[in-house]
């Protein structure tokens, strides 16, 4: 494993850093979205960003943003609710994984490859569905960041505690060795 002082991994930690931050911003960003749906189920949602888009000079009665309005005014206040309790346990799976990988944990690594993985099938049927160049870029960045994380885990195996004592390699050898 390389030394702190090394550059390269300097380098791979601000690298980590950069995805735990990113995954911070998210969790709270889910949270804070999941609270107001909770707390405000039955709100009619299309209606209000309906109105904020007219705010922001946007045209909501045109094309993508309208089908967008108009699933969310059909809501129903169960749906509004389900949704935002999902975005707070969304939100706090993406925390816990920024957690670890700010701390360096290789726990955090395995959850966010296993976490971001899965959800790469349903990014990929989206764009399949609708191509925007926001889901490419996301999908790109998932899978950098996937890719980045599976190199780093490999590279990073547990070494030996003890140099004197070789550790067992397997779970076969680790089993013999403590029954024996």
Known sequence: ???????????????????AAERFLRGAFLIAVGIVLITHVHTDWGRVLRNEASRWGLHPSQGGLARVLHKLSALRPSAVGAYGAIGIAYGLLEGIEGYG?????????????????????????????????????A??????????????????????????????????ERREEHAS
């Open 101 to 137: 990988l700010w701390r360096e944990r290789r726990w955090a690594e395995h959850l966010t490859v296993v976490a971001t993985s899965l959800l790469l099938i349903p990014e990929v049927w989206e764009l399949a569905n609708r191509f925007t160049t926001f889901k490419v870029l």
């Open 1 to 19: 494993m390389p030394s702190p002082s090394d550059p390269g991994a300097r380098r791979q930690g601000v690298f980590l850093r950069l995805i």
């Open 139 to 172: 999908l790109i960045v998932n899978i950098v960041i996937v890719a980045y994380l599976l190199v780093r885990l490999r590279r990073t195996r547990r070494a030996p505690t003890d140099e004197s004592e070789p550790q067992a390699s397997s779970y076969r």
